[in-house]
């Protein structure tokens, strides 16, 4: 547990699925009590959205729900899972569009189709001043094409999951809008994340967990959590040589701003 003075937000995470049917409420109480402030909901699907409404909907001040059509979930019908998700923008309030992007590493088939589907996503942030939360896997110069085509100076938001070189931080950094995700990567055991990341302003960060996926070390190999963000939020710290509470007030507060929440709609109580 750390100090009830220190705030921290999971800006990527999906505690919403099933792998958390069996005991999602003894997991948001883990997290809460670890100082887990709110958790941001990235949508996949048409099949996803009913789980993310109702979750936040239990924990209003807690969890904060995205919408959008994850790029490996582009298929031949992707013109109705558009209009499906498309449909639900206008039905409650969403902080931000997402999970959104382009991913060439699992298959190539449909680029072009995840091209038109990303391009499109990007409109319906600037038409409703929402921020982005980007997936790019193998597909980061796509992604930035992309984000010129629609206008780049009218986008916000973060490229979630980095795990890039300095030469992608380097084209992301242009993006003066944007920040960058950072999860368990940062822990693992000879990665070039830790060098890359002291080369990057603390206030382009956020921190995230990405649950159930790669969760940090010694949680490696594990179901993660968002509670597990605590051991990103250490490792953090050592690469830029601050105190967990430094980390944690850049990072909540970059999050505030993006997302658009004020710290009233939190639940700050001290546990």
Known sequence: MISGQMKIIDTHTHIYSKEFDGDRPAIINAAKKA??????????????????????????????????????SVKKDYVKEMQLIEKTLAKRRYYAIGEIGIDLYWDKTYLKEQKTVFEEQLRWSIDLQLPVAIHTRESLDEALDCIYNVGADRLKGVFHCFGGTIDEWNKISELSSFYIGIGGIITFKNNTLAEILEQIPVERILLETDAPYLAPVPYRGKRNEPAYIIKTAERVAECY?????????????????????????????VF
């Open 35 to 72: 100082g887990i402030k709110a958790v941001l909901l990235p949508n996949e699907d048409s099949g996803s959205i009913e789980s993310i409404n109702r979750l936040c909907d239990e924990e209003p001040d807690f969890a904060f729900p995205m919408t959008g059509l994850h790029p490996t």
């Open 241 to 269: 040589k601050m105190t967990m509470e430094e980390i944690a007030k850049y990072t909540f507060q970059s999050a505030l701003a993006l997302f658009n929440i004020t710290s009233n709609c939190i639940d700050d109580e």
